[in-house]
């Protein structure tokens, strides 16, 4: 099973840079579509971003321009490269993956979630 750790939240100001990881340690699955996904306070986890397994991405309207992921499969981590940060960015992201451990089933995996506030 996936265990997935998150790192790099924080508090930044508006306009400011974070930079988010996540790393699935371990070995004996295979990893597929990966993400990050947010909630703000009283709104519903929107998805932010995904990256396939051979490196096509999808982004949420509101952060193209500002925000990149980036997978490394050797490393079994994803990133997140959020630049032009703005108080409507502020919320607990979640780290996100699909795998596959051997059987026919794909999982998925969240991870912990790490806060981001953006100060106005």
């Known amino acids: 099973q996936v265990h997935l750790v998150e790192s790099g939240g924080g508090l930044v100001q508006f306009g400011g840079s974070l930079t988010l990881s996540c790393v699935a340690p371990?070995?004996?699955?295979?990893?597929?579509?990966m993400g990050w996904y947010r909630q703000a306070p009283g709104k519903e986890r929107e998805l932010v971003t995904s990256?396939?397994?051979?490196?096509?991405?999808d982004y949420l309207d509101s952060v193209k321009g500002r925000f990149t992921v980036f997978r490394d499969n050797a490393k079994n981590s994803v990133s997140l490269q959020m630049n032009s940060l703005k108080p409507e960015d502020t919320a607990v992201y979640y780290c996100?993956?699909?795998?596959?451990?051997?059987?026919?089933?794909?999982?998925?995996?969240w991870g912990q979630g790490t806060q981001v506030t953006v100060s106005s």
């Open positions: 990256i396939t397994n051979d490196g096509i991405t």
């Open positions: 371990g070995s004996g699955f295979h990893l597929t579509t």
């Open positions: 996100h993956t699909k795998y596959y451990n051997g059987d026919y089933y794909e999982y998925e995996s």
